[in-house]
């Protein structure tokens, strides 16, 4: 069964620091990994996203790493602000059908992050 | 350039009720898929339609169907609602053409009494 862990749960930070979340994936085969950021009650919005051959990829403040080989991913964010308080959602796609076909996507639970002052 | 719409917003029904959400692509998409998350959960992937047809379907009852229009905007009905319907259903976009990439909706939020 393709599942999507990610840790931690929850993440409490002073602004200003860095921090790292963590995605664990068993999806096979593999199309892409995304991070997503979701504030509440809003629907999440892309952040990063990395093929099987690529093993970082940056967005501002936002750096992802990807080890294909041990199924792991990361996101860092660097000197964190207040705006960065929010749900970040691992998602993996897995190709289906002939030709890639269409692509189903398994999400992770998200780590809730909060930036304090 | 107007992204992903939903609507309603907000709803609120009863159980054994029927609903209709409502999702409009981001501008050159013909991909949309739906769906159903529960409160600190992640997404659920519901299903997906492309060509006005059910491409892929999650692991959801027959209760959740969906339709799709000719301009790519898609519906999603829920039937005989439950307690546990209870959740923000968010809608995403893609360009079949581009690859996976989605843009989800603000999401529409269903409670079920």
């Known amino acids: 069964k393709n599942q999507v862990e990610q840790s931690p749960q929850s993440l409490i930070i002073l602004e200003g620091k860095n921090c790292t979340l963590q995605?664990?994936?068993?999806?096979?085969?593999?199309?892409?990994l995304r991070w997503y950021k979701q504030d509440t009650g809003r629907g999440p919005v892309s952040l990063t996203i990395?093929?099987?051959?690529?093993n970082t990829k940056s967005n501002g403040r936002y750096t992802a790493t990807l080890d294909a080989d041990t199924k792991q991913s990361s996101l860092h964010i660097t000197a964190s602000q207040l705006s960065d308080s929010a749900s970040y959602i691992c998602?993996?796609?897995?190709?289906?059908?002939?030709?890639?076909?269409?692509?189903?996507?398994?999400f992770g639970r998200g780590t809730s992050l909060i930036v304090h002052p | 350039d107007a992204g992903v719409t939903q609507s309603p917003t907000h709803l609120i029904k009863t159980r054994g009720q029927q609903v209709t959400l409502r999702c409009s692509p981001k501008s050159g998409h013909d991909t949309v898929s739906w769906y159903q998350q529960a409160l600190g959960q992640g997404p659920q992937f519901i299903f997906q339609y492309y060509e006005e047809e059910e491409r892929q379907r999650g692991n959801f009852p027959d209760r959740f169907s969906g339709h799709q229009f000719p301009n790519y905007s898609s519906e999603l009905n829920v039937n005989a609602l439950l307690l546990g319907d209870s959740a923000l259903y968010l809608c995403?976009?893609?360009?079949?053409?581009?690859?996976?990439?989605?843009?989800f909706g603000p999401g529409t939020r269903l409670l079920v009494l």
């Open positions: 995403a976009s893609s360009d079949s053409g581009l690859g996976p990439t989605q843009y």
């Open positions: 990395m093929t099987f051959s690529e």
């Open positions: 995605c664990n994936y068993t999806v096979s085969p593999f199309s892409n």
């Open positions: 998602v993996v796609t897995a190709p289906f059908g002939a030709s890639g076909g269409s692509y189903i996507p398994t």
